[in-house]
């Protein structure tokens, strides 16, 4: 695990995982909730030493869990030479301290284990300072932790102060200070972006955001429909950056793909607003493709959890094609009986496989039905002659501006997708 979330001095190899079942959850969520825990852990490199789920009636304000069943999860983590303990919740820092004073080892939850991922799978500099932000601002009100050590070893009242806390006191300016250019410099990544945005506006082509729950799928279908070459490894958040891929519609249409972070649940407010540069490529776009992995049993709440994080964006009132991945397995493992269920939720739902490209011959007719009634703004110079070409402007309804000019006509329409290729050559 990263040195900037421990300690410098910290290297974590094996790890005790503790789910936490509260009382809103069933047994099999929180069950399932410690499985993908599991796998993230694993995606850093950490061996599992050992794994227990505690339930939680009612939470305590020193360890979260009660007294009893804390010591009895540090006798485990010893006894199994976990090097740290990992929580599948959130600890405030006052209780992530206690943890650790009276453990003897390294604690961390789920929001550090998912920052040390997207430290680690961050290629691009936007990236890098979204990473970075979030880590600053989630260990800023935990620097006491790291200095603890320096404030035990001087004494010293209110108007004398300890090394320690002169340290903390200078690493807290320097974190906020740090937070506040990294803010600017995301500014001005998220400017360029817009930058790109109208670049690209000035060729008219429909955009789509491909969504979905981490490991969905959806590079691998982006790579599949597209002829692309997306990184589509089996693993949890392999994408960090956005990546855009033109795909060229049987109908001739063309429409701009762009792969996006994938979503986990239990994922803190301050990675959605750390990420937004990145995520907001859904917002931006004409519709979503919301990928959802079939062959998983949490599919319904990997669905649920995008939905959720799509309407903390503002962009859940997208128009939506729901693709449910993975048909290969589904079949390979289940037959047709979870196609049957899945159907009922999912009533609407193109079922397809990007690894054998089963279902895309349907998925590219969704996609043309989504595009016909999708419009391009344009602005457009048609030649007198053109008559026919402004006539059919405006009976689709597509014109806001005209204005005549010795050249031709000067239009501001809305066309339609399905007259677009005839007026790119009017485009100004």
């Known amino acids: 695990m990263s040195p900037d979330i ?19 959850a069933s047994e099999t969520e929180s069950e399932a ?51 740290t303990i990992v929580l599948d919740d959130e600890l405030s820092p006052a209780q992530q301290r206690n943890w650790e004073i009276e453990s003897g080892l390294a604690v961390v939850n789920r929001q550090e284990v998912i920052l040390d991922i997207f430290a680690k799978r961050a290629m691009t500099r936007e990236a890098r300072l979204q990473v970075e932000l979030a880590k600053l601002e989630y260990s800023l009100p935990r620097l006491r932790r790291a200095w603890s050590h320096l404030d035990r070893q001087r004494g010293g009242g209110v108007t004398q102060r300890g090394g320690g806390e002169s340290q903390l ?12 250019k990294l803010k600017e410099e995301l500014v001005g990544v998220r400017t360029m972006r817009e930058v790109q945005r109208k670049r690209r506006s000035r060729i008219p082509v429909p955009t789509a955001a491909v969504v979905g729950y981490t490991n969905a799928g959806k590079s691998s279908l982006i790579n599949a ?17 956005p990546s855009t891929r033109a ?23 301050r990675f959605v607003e750390a990420f937004k540069a990145t995520l907001e490529e859904a917002k931006v776009s004409d519709f979503l493709i919301h990928v959802v992995d079939a062959s998983s049993p949490d ?15 503002g962009a859940d009132d997208k128009r939506i094609i729901t693709v449910l991945n993975k048909l290969d397995k589904v079949k390979a493992c289940s037959g047709h009986s979870d196609m049957a269920w899945l ?11 990007a690894k054998t490209r089963e279902g895309f011959e349907r998925l590219f007719e969704r996609l043309e039905e989504m595009l016909s009634d999708t419009s391009v703004s344009m602005k457009l110079l048609i030649p007198h002659s053109a008559q026919p070409e402004i006539a059919a402007l405006y009976k689709a309804g597509a014109v806001k501006l005209r204005k005549d ?16 290729k005839k007026y790119l050559q009017f485009s100004q």
């Open 343 to 353: 159907g009922r939720d999912f009533p609407n739902a193109v079922w397809v496989s």
């Open 299 to 313: 599919a319904q709440k990997h669905a649920e959890t995008t939905m959720s994080v799509l309407k903390e964006l």
């Open 225 to 241: 429909l597209a002829s692309a070459s997306l990184l589509a490894e089996d693993k949890l958040f392999a994408t960090l950056d």
């Open 6 to 24: 421990l300690d410098e001095k910290t290297e974590v190899s094996r790890a005790l995982l503790v789910g936490i079942c509260r009382l809103s």
């Open 405 to 420: 000019i010795g050249e031709g006509v000067q239009i501001s329409a809305n066309i339609p997708i399905r007259m677009l």
């Open 169 to 180: 006191e200078l690493d807290r300016r320097f974190i906020r200070s740090r937070i506040s």
């Open 247 to 269: 795909l060229a519609l049987p109908n001739s249409t063309t429409i701009l793909l762009t792969d996006t972070v994938g979503f986990v649940r239990k994922l803190p407010h």
């Open 33 to 83: 909730l410690l499985g993908e825990l599991k796998e993230l852990v694993r995606n850093l490199d950490i061996e599992v030493a050992a794994s227990l789920t505690v339930k939680l009636r009612e939470g305590s304000p020193h360890y979260l869990v009660g007294k009893g069943k804390f010591e009895e999860i540090v006798k485990l983590a010893h006894s199994a030479n976990a090097d």
